[in-house]
């Protein structure tokens, strides 16, 4: 399975010579990057990390070192789509927004720079069934999409990472920091940082894989149901931590860390894996 995934991606990436990929730093884009990288010579391969507040600050370092420790040439792109308000206001389409707004951003600057680049991104097998506005607007601006492309799911992914060693092959999901916010929730700078810094805290108790959902003021906390009891033990010492920085209040959920758990709100049935 594993060498024909990787057989599959060789042939795709031979028919598209100079390769833009759009890097979160997630396990599916970096993988993306490093398949090409491997494929293709270094000034062929171009990956564009959007520096943006949405982007958890980890996340942004780990992209970029990632690139350093393949030869990966990247590109830091200044954009942010706080600043459009059909982002902001957090619709249930707020993905659209930002997806849009990365991919016009890549355009200009594959126009100036890197007019014979074929632009791609990380999206997977799996996404096809999950609610995901973003393809849409990567389908209007001829973004592609390798690893869809070749029916590569998420397990896969790892498996191929994992085949290569990288280092990222057992990274947790991050998705951006807006989805931590239920829609019609305004997002700004400062509660994305709130959000941020509240995981941050829980990932320096060992909680590797969380979410803190932001709900009215009230910090929504998640983690995996077995680690459930270490953090309730917490809750008095990490309800100081997060009042500090502007929430009201914690909650800790205790169904756990479902991802995309906030799309229920949009009729999706969401359930752990």
């Known amino acids: 399975m594993i060498d024909r995934s990787i057989s599959e991606l060789q042939n795709w990436f031979s028919?598209?010579?100079?390769?833009?990929?759009?890097?979160?730093?997630g396990v599916d884009s970096s993988l993306v990057a490093y398949m090409a990288r491997l494929f293709k010579d270094k000034k062929d391969?171009?990956?564009v990390i959007s520096d943006s507040s949405s982007l958890k600050r980890k996340?942004?370092?780990?992209?970029?070192?990632?690139?350093?420790?393949?030869?990966?040439?990247?590109?830091?792109?200044?954009?942010?789509p706080i600043v459009d308000n059909n982002y902001a206001s957090n619709p249930d389409n707020r993905c659209y927004f930002c997806k849009t707004f990365l991919y016009e951003a890549m355009i200009k600057l594959r126009n100036e720079e890197y007019p014979e680049f074929t632009m791609v991104n990380g999206n997977n097998a799996d996404d096809k069934g999950d609610y995901r506005p973003g393809l849409e607007a990567a389908k209007e601006n001829?973004?592609?999409?390798?690893?869809?492309?070749?029916?590569?799911n998420k397990e896969t992914i790892r498996a191929i990472a994992r085949h290569y060693n990288l280092k990222i092959w057992n990274k947790p999901a991050s998705p951006c920091l807006s989805s931590r916010f239920p829609y019609g929730t305004a997002i700004t700078i400062n509660k994305l940082n709130m959000v941020e810094v509240g995981e941050n805290l829980l990932n320096s108790y060992g909680f590797a894989d969380c979410r803190v959902r932001y709900y009215k003021g009230?910090?929504?906390?998640?983690?995996?149901?077995?680690?459930?009891?270490?953090?309730?033990?917490?809750?008095?010492k990490l309800k100081?931590?997060?009042?500090?920085?502007?929430?009201?209040?914690?909650?800790?959920?205790?169904?756990?860390?479902?991802?995309?758990?906030l799309n229920r709100a949009l009729g999706f049935k969401v359930v752990r894996e």
């Open 240 to 261: 100081t931590s997060f009042m500090e920085w502007g929430f009201t209040d914690i909650e800790i959920d205790k169904e756990g860390l479902i991802s995309g758990k």
């Open 59 to 80: 996340d942004l370092q780990e992209a970029i070192e990632f690139c350093e420790s393949y030869d990966i040439s990247y590109h830091i792109l200044k954009s942010d």
């Open 15 to 25: 028919n598209h010579q100079q390769i833009m990929i759009a890097l979160s730093g």
């Open 218 to 236: 009230v910090a929504k906390l998640e983690v995996q149901p077995e680690e459930m009891e270490k953090l309730i033990a917490l809750s008095n």
């Open 142 to 152: 001829n973004a592609l999409s390798p690893l869809m492309d070749c029916n590569i």
């Open 45 to 47: 391969v171009l990956a």
